[in-house]
């Protein structure tokens, strides 16, 4: 557990450091999302906007359920990678996010996504929910045209 958070501190210690505009919190075996690193970031950026988390939020091969509220507050987040990860229910907030342009959530247990939220939001170009036993309703959805490009598999 111990060796966990050093990783993640280290990587957000990186992030802000370097100015770079992504946060990789890939494989630090996560379950939950350390909120502590939106107060981090927010209390050592003065440019927040650029900052925080500006363009990917990579944390794939976790063990996360949900995410916080807080993520719906990060400004010019464009791409976020959930993959293989253990929700089983699409995280909403994400919804919120009016500048998300691509929603990675493969090989998660989601059984529904909300194609038409999904598919009326404004920047969304594509979304990847294979390897998820999508229910029949949802699979059905997911086979109409959209704005946004859905990726499934079909015989989740």
């Known amino acids: 557990m111990a060796d966990a958070v050093a990783k993640v501190a280290r990587r957000v210690n990186d992030t802000v450091e370097e100015g770079k ?9 996560l379950m939950n999302f ?3 690193v939106f107060k981090v970031l927010k209390s050592v950026a003065e440019n927040i906007h650029v900052v925080m988390l500006a363009d990917n939020l990579d944390l794939h091969c976790n063990v996360l359920t949900k995410l916080p509220d807080a993520v719906a507050d990060v400004e010019h987040l464009k791409n976020i990678d959930l993959a293989n990860n253990s929700f089983s229910v699409f995280p909403e907030k994400l919804l919120e996010i009016p500048t998300l342009e691509t929603i990675n959530l493969e090989g998660n247990t989601i059984t529904e996504i909300p194609v038409e939220r999904l598919s009326a939001m404004p920047a969304l170009k594509w979304i990847n929910v294979k390897s998820n036993p999508l229910d029949k309703d949802t699979l059905a959805a997911v086979q109409t045209p959209h704005k946004c490009e859905i990726l499934f598999t079909a015989d989740a």
């Open 34 to 36: 350390p909120d502590g």
């Open 21 to 29: 505009d992504s946060l990789d919190l890939s494989n630090c075996k």
